[in-house]
Nanobody, 124 residues
């Protein structure tokens, strides 16, 4: 059984940093695409970043240059380092797993396992 557990969310002032973690069991992070998505109140879930099996990364334009996605094979964990946070980054952040294949990496419907989410709140 595949499980994803996020942690690391919280309240931070604008300009601050947070690091989110996604601990994975039942699947290795090296064999799947691991993505981060977020959903703000009243808005649709949106793509944030993904790291694919080869190590390549893709970011949403809104976070490029501020967020960094990475993975630790030994801990089977994926991270999202978020710097220079803005109030618009406030949302519930979810990690998700996608098996390899010719699938869209930014389409949430193409991911088959999801974590429960962690709240990130950025105050102005």
């Amino acid at each position: 059984q595949v499980q994803l557990v996020e942690s690391g969310g919280g309240l931070v002032q604008a300009g601050g940093s947070l690091r989110l973690s996604c601990a994975v069991s039942g699947r290795t992070v090296s064999s799947t695409a691991m993505g981060w998505f977020r959903q703000a109140p009243g808005k649709e879930r949106e793509f944030v970043a993904v790291i694919i099996w080869s190590g390549g990364t893709i970011y949403a334009d809104s976070v490029k240059g501020r967020f960094t996605i990475s993975r630790d094979y030994a801990k089977n964990t994926v991270y999202l380092q978020m710097n220079t946070l803005k109030p618009d980054d406030t949302a519930v952040y979810y990690c998700a797993s996608q098996l390899p294949g010719p699938k869209s990496k930014s389409d949430s419907s193409q991911y088959d396992y999801w974590g429960q989410g962690t709240q990130v709140t950025v105050s102005s």
